[in-house]
């Protein structure tokens, strides 16, 4: 068995569990489509599976025999399983480590092979090829963040041209994303953010920006048709009492450093109130998508989003270090790894 090296967990704790390791190298079957890894994104998920907050998952008592981690993915096409149809050695792609995007259910997020690594193996529904105007880097911090966005403001919320769309946190990962898809849409863009990112925010294409650190937006009078909800600071008849009529709140994601405890029961009250108010309140189940990961490539090739990185680090070995910078919560866009 042909060997590589790949990032692993053997224990719950902080990123500092997250080894560098030789593990057996992958071999793609069926639809799978084995991808030699240029560089790969850190998202939250990494350091909750770390510290052992999604153990249902990766392990109850300890993790399951060498974990792995990493999801969002870019490369080149090594070989492919026997079955699959819409790539070849060779190809450059971006996308997701997942088992089976093609099933109807939040199973689609479950693989055990992660990107962290020199080789990783994919379901070929879960991938697209490379936009030819962006880096490997650039491709790496675009799967997850991309479709959370784009299913969180037109699958869930429907936004539509002239809605006016408020991004709660418009320079994390998702919300740089948000904030681009918003305006690609036609909608008029408030980005909420702290003081020394206002201009970043600004030229990702936001009509007005709210300096959290000086200003609350809840108390500014204005209302909104969409509030983009990826924070979790206000109460959600907080939000509501902003929105205009008909209006919706999507929640979207986990707080970075916040309690995953404290996210599942704001899910659940906003899944509770929503049959009782007349405002929508959403949840954004989001979930690998080919199509629509194949239409955030249009848009980047056309210009009109652009992945956000704040930094690269280089090397597997360093993977621990930019979990760790993601798990402290100061991060804006994407923390991506170059592998190789």
Request: charged share 20%.
């Amino acid at each position: 068995m042909l060997r590589m090296k790949a990032i692993i967990f053997e224990q719950y704790g902080s990123p500092n569990v997250l080894k560098l390791a030789e593990v057996d190298k992958p071999v793609a079957t069926d639809h799978q489509v084995l991808i030699k890894v240029r560089a790969a994104a850190v998202n939250p998920a990494d350091y909750q599976a770390a510290q052992g907050d999604v153990r249902f998952l990766t392990g109850i008592f300890k993790p399951k025999k060498r974990n792995r981690i990493g999801y969002d993915v870019a490369g080149v096409v090594e070989a492919t399983g026997e079955k699959v149809t819409q790539f070849k050695p060779g190809d450059a792609v971006f996308g997701s480590c997942s088992t089976d995007p093609t099933v109807n259910s939040q199973a689609a997020w479950i693989f055990d092979f992660g990107s962290f690594a020199e080789y990783t193996v994919t379901h070929e529904a879960a991938l697209a090829p490379k936009p030819a105007n962006l880096s490997f880097e650039q491709a790496a911090a675009t799967p997850t963040t991309g479709w959370v966005a784009l299913q969180g403001l037109c699958t869930a919320a429907k936004v539509q041209a002239g809605d006016k769309v408020l991004i709660s946190s418009a320079t994390g990962g998702i919300g740089t994303f948000a904030v681009q898809i918003a305006k690609a849409m036609g909608a008029e863009v408030t980005g909420v953010c702290s003081t020394k990112n206002i201009e970043l925010v600004r030229s990702l294409g936001a009509d007005n920006v709210v300096d959290y650190t000086k200003e609350d937006y809840t108390k500014q009078g204005r209302r909104y048709d969409l509030i983009f909800d990826s924070v979790g600071e206000h109460p959600l008849s907080t939000l509501r009492s902003i929105l205009n009529p008909g209006g919706a709140v999507i929640i979207v994601a986990k707080r970075t450093g916040g309690s995953f405890l404290g996210f599942v029961l704001r899910i659940l009250s906003g899944v509770i109130m929503s049959p009782f108010v007349r405002d929508r309140i959403a949840v954004d189940y989001s979930r690998p998508n080919q199509d629509d990961l194949m239409f955030v490539g249009e848009l980047l090739t056309a210009g009109k989003i652009k992945p956000v990185v704040e930094k690269c680090y280089s090397g597997l070995a360093e993977v621990a270090r930019a979990v760790q910078h993601v798990a402290e919560g100061h991060a804006w866009g994407k923390i991506v790894i170059t592998v190789q």
